[in-house]
Each structure stands twice: as C-alpha cells, then as structure tokens.
C-alpha cells in the first residue's frame, strides 16, 4: 500500500539547516509528485515545494531562498534542505503525494528551531 | 499567490445537523479546488476532490459544490466524529490552503 514516512532530527539550532527525507513505498517516485508542507502549531497547513515526477521542482516563493528539494528514486527518497532555521520554522513537515491534491500524507515529523 | 478564505472559522453544530463550509478564492481556480479533515495530532485526510467529487472511503455525508471563486462543503447528518478542522486547498495556480474552519460541539 502506499506510504510515505518523514524522518529527520527534532531539534535544530537557530541558524543551522534543516535537512528531512521522505521515504516512500506502494508507489514511484517517477509517476508522482512529492510535495513538501508544513504546519505550525495549531495553525493552518502551508505548502512549501514540490518534486515532479520528472525530477524538476516548484517552490512557494516564501521559501524559494533558502530551500532545496531533491531526490533519490533508487532510494524512493525525497529530501528537504532549508538553511538560515528561525525560531518560526518551529512545526510539523509533512510530505504528501500528488498533482494538484494530496491523496497520501506522511505522519509528519515535528521540527523545533531552538538553541 | 491565490488566497482562500474559510469561513466560519469556528462552527458549533449540534449531532445530525445538516451544515455548510464556505471557502471562498481571491482568484478563478475553477474546479481545482480540494477539501481535507484534520483531527488533532492526525496528518489531513482528502475528503474531496475537484471541489464536488467523492473519494474513495470518505462517508457519502459528505459533498462538495462550486465553482470559480465560491465553494462549499456540506455535511449532512454531522456526527461526533466530523469534529475536526477542514480546510480547502486550490491546485490552480501553484498550492494554497485556506486557514481552516474547526467544528465544535454546541
């Protein structure tokens, strides 16, 4: 069945960056999209960016500065890099699958930006 | 960036009721407009597609209607269980999501 699953540390220095993998199953990373999106704490959900499935990506211009999103279909992995953390990046980062919506979510990793 | 706009953001609602969600675009996104369940410490759930199609599991007391800039999520017959928060997203240009309506018991 499909799945995605979010792994990555759950705390990071302010300043430092964050880097989270999404491993997937059930399906391939070469016929779906992998999108990024976060939420904070009892906020509402934002997207960040997205893995075609042909490799290229998009990006919510409020994160294009600083975020990179790649992959490895060998590994059906799809990684987050965003650098320059603040305390406000404090939240939950989900990976999801899908076009223009998201069928399948990972459970979420919660990410705290503190010193 | 198109923005949406839930409303309420807090609906009381009493068992059985019938009710309705608004989200409202700042934009045409025609019909790629999608609706999602959270419960709290739950990742989203997709409860509707393309602002009226249903999913796959999702309880048929559930339907979604509009097209353009308005839409509307219904519930009919709302059950202790709906109590969650809902959110629309739009797929038209880029991803956005509304900031969501939370359901409470009256």
């Known amino acids: 069945q499909v799945q995605l699953k979010e792994s990555g540390p759950g705390l990071v220095q302010p300043s430092q960056t964050l880097s989270l993998t999404c491993t997937v199953s059930?399906?391939?990373?070469?016929?779906?999209?992998v999108h990024w999106v976060r939420q904070h704490s009892g906020k509402s959900l934002e997207w960040m960016g997205r893995?075609?499935?042909?490799?290229?990506?998009s990006y919510n211009s409020a994160f294009t500065s600083r975020l990179s999103i790649s992959r490895d279909t060998s590994k059906s992995q799809v990684f987050l890099k965003m650098n320059s953390l603040q305390t406000e990046d404090t939240g939950t980062y989900y990976c999801a699958r899908g076009l223009t919506y998201f069928d399948y979510w990972g459970q979420g990793v919660m990410v705290t930006v503190s010193s | 960036d198109v923005v949406l706009t839930q409303s309420p953001a807090t609906l009381s609602v009493t068992p059985g009721e019938r009710i309705s969600l608004s989200c409202r675009a700042s934009?045409?996104?025609?019909?790629?407009l999608h609706w999602y369940q959270q419960k709290p410490n739950e990742s989203p759930r997709l409860l509707i597609k393309?602002?009226?199609q249903s999913i796959s599991g999702i309880p048929s007391r559930f339907s979604g209607s509009g097209s353009g800039t308005d839409f509307t999520l219904s519930i009919n017959g709302v059950e202790l269980e709906d109590l969650s928060i809902y959110y629309c997203?739009?797929?038209?240009?880029?991803?956005?999501f509304g900031s969501g309506t939370k359901l409470e018991i009256k």
């Open positions: 893995m075609w499935s042909d490799g290229d990506t």
């Open positions: 059930g399906f391939s990373l070469t016929s779906y999209s």
């Open positions: 393309y602002a009226s």
């Open positions: 997203q739009q797929g038209n240009s880029l991803l956005t």
């Open positions: 934009e045409s996104v025609d019909t790629y």
